[in-house]
Nanobody, 126 residues
C-alpha cells in the first residue's frame, strides 16, 4: 500500500506561482509512476501532468505546457508540481496519484492509478 499526502495549495494572484508537494509513504519502492490531476467546481477531474519513476520522463496536458513542471525527489519519495504564470482557470482541487503496479504509461488514464491523495485547493484570483 502507498499513502499520498499533498501540500502547498493556497490563494495566489494571476501570474503568480505555487509549488505543490506530494509525499509518498508505505511501499514506495513499488511505485512506477505518479500523476497530478485537478478538479474545478462543476467539472470532471482532469489530467495535468505525469512522471515516470524509472526514467523521470514527463508528460503534460497542453493547457499547462511551459507553465507547470512535474519533478520528483527520490530520496524524499516526494513528487512536486511547480506552477508558474498561474491563471484563474487553473483554480481547482489538485490531487496527486500513484500507480504501484507494472505497465505504467505517462498517458495512463485516471483509472490506472491506484493510490490517491486527499487533494489540495489552489485558487487563482484575477
Amino acid at each position: 500500500q502507498v499513502q499520498l499526502v499533498e501540500s502547498g495549495g493556497g490563494l495566489v494572484q494571476a501570474g503568480g506561482s505555487l509549488r505543490l508537494s506530494c509525499a509518498a509513504s508505505g511501499r514506495t519502492f513499488t511505485i512506477y509512476g505518479s500523476g497530478w490531476f485537478r478538479q474545478a467546481p462543476g467539472k470532471e477531474r482532469e489530467f495535468v501532468a505525469a512522471i515516470s519513476w524509472s526514467t523521470d520522463s514527463t508528460y503534460y496536458v497542453d493547457s499547462v505546457k511551459g507553465r507547470f513542471t512535474i519533478s520528483r525527489d527520490n530520496a524524499k519519495n516526494t513528487v512536486y508540481l511547480q506552477m508558474n504564470s498561474l491563471k484563474p482557470e487553473d483554480t481547482a482541487v489538485y490531487y496527486c496519484a500513484a500507480r504501484d503496479r507494472p505497465s505504467f504509461s505517462l498517458r495512463s488514464p485516471q483509472g490506472q492509478y491506484n493510490s490517491w491523495g486527499q487533494g489540495t485547493q489552489v485558487t487563482v484570483s484575477s
